[in-house]
């Protein structure tokens, strides 16, 4: 499992590539400002309601995530990726968002399937399912990927200039789709 995190940590710039554009130059990494808590209501199962006010996302997940955030100068002006990271026993909870420079413009049916791609390759898998979806009027893209030893359920959506990732991987035959199905049907976005 430690590999396994270490990996995905390390490849987490670019596999769950939330910007999904080339870029050429390193990446540097900006310390994640950490909002004071506010008490965190918590469902009947223990899991919190998480909400970036910043994200403008909400989300069930077992604890309240940890957050990074890197800066990547680019060809098309630079983006800010922000990734959450939640982990319990067996599995691992990752919500991510790119905000892009203003002046970059890209094709979202494209950017659903390069987020999709990378992070595929970036986590060293094989794709074995994936579906395109419309959840709350936003378009998505929702697949399956698995390694010698783990599975990931990843969904990508666009919302108004902004794709958001988030997936849950766990081990090979450890399927709980009660679990994934909290997780993924509790991630609520909005344009505002």
């Known amino acids: ?43 009947a199962g223990g899991w919190v309601h998480f909400n970036s006010a910043n994200g403008r996302f909400s989300v069930l997940v077992p604890e309240i995530p940890e957050e990074k955030v890197e800066a990547t100068p680019s060809d098309h002006g630079s983006y800010t990726t922000h990734l959450f990271v939640v982990r319990d026993t067996k599995n691992v909870y990752l919500m991510a968002w790119v905000d892009y420079d203003p002046s970059f413009n890209f094709n979202r049916q494209s950017e659903l399937e390069a987020n999709r791609d990378n992070f595929v390759k970036g986590v060293k898998a094989t794709l074995t399912s994936t579906r395109s979806l419309n959840i709350d009027g936003y378009p998505v893209i929702e697949f399956t990927a698995d390694t010698a030893d783990r599975m990931f359920k990843s969904r990508v959506y666009i919302v108004g200039r902004r794709p958001y990732q988030i997936v849950i991987g766990y081990p090979k035959g450890a399927d709980d789709p009660v679990t994934v199905d909290k997780f993924f049907n509790s991630f609520k976005v909005r344009l505002n």
């Open 1 to 43: 499992m430690k590999r396994f995190l270490a990996i995905l940590l390390a490849t987490s710039g670019l596999s769950l590539s939330i910007g999904a554009q080339e870029h050429t130059r390193p990446r540097p990494t900006v310390p994640a400002a950490r909002p004071t808590p506010a008490p965190t209501p918590v469902d």
